[in-house]
C-alpha cells in the first residue's frame, strides 16, 4: 500500500462523483467527503482488509479489480469488484462481526474515508444519507430478483409475542405491540409514535391483494396479525405477523417490483413514505437502524448467493459495478 502524493479537492470530489453510491450527491456535499479523504494505491496481491478485521474504512475504487471473500481459504465464495465501487458500506452499516477479506487483483486506485467522518457527513447532510439508503435499497432489489424463492424470508414477532392482537388498539397498544417487531427492536418510543399515531390499523381479508407488481411505491406496512405472500416475478416469499412489508422499496426511483397478497384475515399498520422520511431526518439514530436493516437484509442475500454454483455467480450484486 502507498500513500498517493495529494491531489486537489475538485479532483477528488470528480472522483467521488463518479462512484455508483454517490451518484446525484450535490457538490457540496461531494466535497465534504472529499476533504476527509486519502489517496490510496494497492499493487495487485496487496490484501487489503483482513478476514474479520474490523471496518475502519471505506474504500471507493478508482481504477482497479478487487477480490471480497475467498483470499484464505480456496474454498470459500468470493466476487470480484471493479472500480468504479465501494468497499465497505454495507459491512459498516450492519456492523457485520465478521466483514470478509478484500484482496487487490490488479494494480487499484481508491479514495480512503474513515468509517467516523463518513458516519459524521450522513448526519450533517441527510441528502448523502437519502441517497446511501437509495442504492442500498437498490442493491436489495437486485439480491430479491435473483434468488426468488430462496431470498431470506421477512422477520416477525418472537414465539411470546405471536398471539393475535385485541379488537381494539389505541396508541399505546399499538405501540406496545410494535415495539416486539424486528423491525424496530431498540427503537425509541417517541420515535415509533410517530410513525404510526395517524394511521388506525387496516382489516385485510383472507385473499385480497395489498398492493401489486408496478404500483406507485407510497408506503410499507407492519403485519399486526395474520400473513401475506409475496406475487409477482420474482419469487414468493411469505411475511409473518411482526414483519415489515415495503420496507426496502421506500427510496426506489421506480414502482414496486412485486406485489402482496393476505393468506388469511389480516391487520397491518401503514407507515407513509413523506412521513417515514421525514422521521429519518429528524432521527439520525433511526435512520442510522434502518440502514443497519436493509444492508443486514443485503449481506443476508450476498451469503445465499455465493452458496449458487460458478453458473450464478454473475447473478451476484455488490458494492461495484452492476453486472448482468
Known amino acids: 500500500m502507498a500513500r498517493l502524493p495529494l491531489v486537489s479537492p475538485l479532483d477528488r470530489a470528480l472522483f467521488l462523483k463518479a462512484q455508483p453510491y454517490l451518484e446525484g450527491v450535490s457538490s457540496n456535499v461531494l466535497a465534504a467527503l472529499a476533504s476527509y479523504s486519502e489517496e490510496r494505491f494497492y499493487r495487485a496481491g496487496t490484501l487489503i482488509r483482513e478476514s474479520g478485521a474490523h471496518i475502519d474504512r471505506i474504500v471507493f475504487l478508482g481504477q482497479g479489480r478487487v477480490e471480497v471473500g475467498g483470499t484464505e481459504d480456496a474454498a470459500t465464495s468470493s466476487r470480484p469488484i471493479e472500480a468504479p465501487g465501494a468497499i465497505g458500506l454495507a459491512h459498516h452499516f450492519a456492523a457485520a462481526p465478521r466483514?470478509?477479506?478484500?484482496?487487490?487483483?490488479?494494480?487499484?486506485?481508491?479514495?480512503?474515508?474513515?468509517?467516523?467522518?463518513?458516519?459524521?457527513?450522513?448526519?450533517?447532510?441527510?441528502?448523502?444519507?437519502?441517497?446511501?439508503?437509495?442504492?442500498?435499497?437498490?442493491?436489495?432489489?437486485?439480491?430479491?430478483?435473483?434468488?426468488?424463492?430462496?431470498?431470506?424470508?421477512?422477520?416477525?414477532?418472537?414465539?411470546?409475542?405471536?398471539?393475535?392482537?385485541?379488537?381494539?388498539?389505541?396508541?399505546?397498544?399499538?405501540?406496545?405491540?410494535?415495539?416486539?417487531?424486528?423491525?424496530?427492536?431498540?427503537?425509541?418510543?417517541?420515535?415509533?409514535?410517530?410513525?404510526?399515531?395517524?394511521?388506525?390499523?387496516?382489516?385485510?381479508?383472507?385473499?385480497?391483494?395489498?398492493?401489486?407488481?408496478?404500483?406507485?411505491?407510497?408506503?410499507?406496512?407492519?403485519?399486526?396479525?395474520?400473513?401475506?405472500?409475496?406475487?409477482?416475478?420474482?419469487?414468493?416469499?411469505?411475511?409473518?405477523?411482526?414483519?415489515?412489508?415495503?420496507?426496502?422499496?421506500?427510496?426506489l426511483d421506480a414502482p414496486r417490483y412485486e406485489g402482496w397478497v393476505a393468506e388469511v384475515p389480516s391487520r397491518v399498520v401503514s407507515i407513509g413514505r413523506e412521513l417515514f422520511i421525514d422521521v429519518l431526518e429528524d432521527h439520525f439514530e433511526f435512520a442510522q437502524t434502518y440502514l443497519d436493516h436493509a444492508s443486514s437484509y443485503l449481506i443476508a442475500g450476498w451469503d445465499e448467493l455465493a452458496m449458487r454454483d460458478g453458473s450464478d455467480q454473475a447473478l451476484v450484486p455488490h458494492e461495484g459495478r452492476e453486472r448482468a
Open 99 to 251: 466483514p470478509p477479506a478484500v484482496r487487490a487483483l490488479s494494480d487499484t486506485l481508491c479514495l480512503e474515508i474513515g468509517c467516523d467522518d463518513l458516519d459524521q457527513i450522513l448526519e450533517d447532510y441527510f441528502s448523502l444519507l437519502l441517497q446511501m439508503a437509495q442504492t442500498t435499497c437498490h442493491q436489495v432489489t437486485l439480491v430479491v430478483q435473483a434468488l426468488g424463492d430462496r431470498r431470506p424470508p421477512p422477520m416477525g414477532f418472537g414465539e411470546s409475542a405471536r398471539e393475535h392482537t385485541p379488537a381494539q388498539l389505541d396508541l399505546v397498544a399499538r405501540l406496545a405491540r410494535l415495539k416486539h417487531a424486528p423491525f424496530f427492536a431498540g427503537t425509541n418510543l417517541g420515535v415509533l409514535s410517530e410513525l404510526v399515531r395517524f394511521d388506525p390499523p387496516s382489516h385485510v381479508p383472507a385473499g385480497e391483494v395489498l398492493w401489486r407488481e408496478g404500483e406507485a411505491i407510497d408506503r410499507m406496512v407492519v403485519v399486526l396479525d395474520g400473513e401475506f405472500r409475496s406475487i409477482g416475478r420474482h419469487g414468493s416469499v411469505r411475511a409473518p405477523s411482526g414483519s415489515m412489508i415495503g420496507a426496502w422499496e421506500l427510496f
